[in-house]
């Protein structure tokens, strides 16, 4: 069975510092990972993905993420927080052949001026 | 030119309706999903059709029924309408690759408000 765990629910950091937001997965096969930001009062928006390929993913906005296998890790950064960056952001998992997503309990940031 | 679309946005009923919510993907995938996302923001996936056939079909009260016209369309049907059904529901859509990984697009969101 996949699940996955973000280990934050709230964080918040002043414009112009760096983001983290932590995420733990499990999965019994080589999973897929995804990082889906919701701003608020609108979709779903796909920021990156892992699919087997290089460990560190580059996605828009300047985010980016690396799959540590090891410690079942999938972190999504940006060095720099933008008032834009404002929003819920959710670590996915999926395996392969298996269709539904499963999301993690969501991360809200907060950017402060 | 909106990838997955969803109508209606809002939605607010009473306890005991009927609703539906319709969903269009013009992207050509064969796979469309429903989710469910609570109060607590909290997404859970609750029914799948690859090529007009259920494929999906989690722990979801039978009040909720899915129809799929075509590849294009799923639509969400809930009858006897009750308070825990308030949510954001999500239409996403895929294109099936065997084996290989799953991005889903996804809709705007309905918000349903059951009074």
């Known amino acids: 069975a996949q699940s996955v765990t973000q280990l934050d629910s709230h964080v918040s950091v002043s414009e112009g510092t760096p983001v983290l937001l932590r995420c733990n997965y499990s999965s019994s096969y080589s999973p897929s990972l995804f990082w889906y930001v919701q701003h608020p009062n609108k979709g779903l928006q796909l920021l990156l993905k892992y699919t087997s390929a290089a460990t560190l993913v580059k996605g828009i906005n300047g985010f980016e993420a690396e799959f540590k296998k090891s410690e079942t890790s999938f972190h999504l950064t940006k060095p720099s927080a933008h008032m834009s960056d404002a929003a819920e952001y959710f670590c996915?998992?999926?395996?392969?052949?298996?269709?539904?997503?499963?999301f993690g309990s969501g991360t809200r940031l907060q950017v402060q001026p | 030119d909106t990838a997955v679309s969803q109508t209606p946005k809002y939605l607010v009923t009473q306890m005991g309706n009927d609703k539906s919510i319709k969903c269009e993907q013009n992207l050509g995938h064969d796979t469309m999903y429903w989710y469910k996302q609570d109060s607590k923001k909290f997404l859970k996936i609750m029914f799948s059709y690859n090529n007009k056939e259920l494929i999906i079909n989690e722990t979801v009260p039978n009040r909720f029924s899915p129809k799929s016209p075509d590849k294009a369309h799923l639509n969400l049907h809930i009858n006897s309408l009750e308070l825990g059904d308030s949510a954001v529901y999500f239409c996403?859509?895929?294109?099936?690759?065997?084996?290989?990984?799953?991005?889903?697009?996804f809709g705007p969101g309905t918000r349903l408000t059951v009074l």
């Open positions: 996915v998992v999926s395996e392969p052949g298996r269709r539904a997503l499963t």
């Open positions: 996403a859509s895929s294109q099936d690759l065997a084996g290989s990984y799953n991005e889903q697009f």
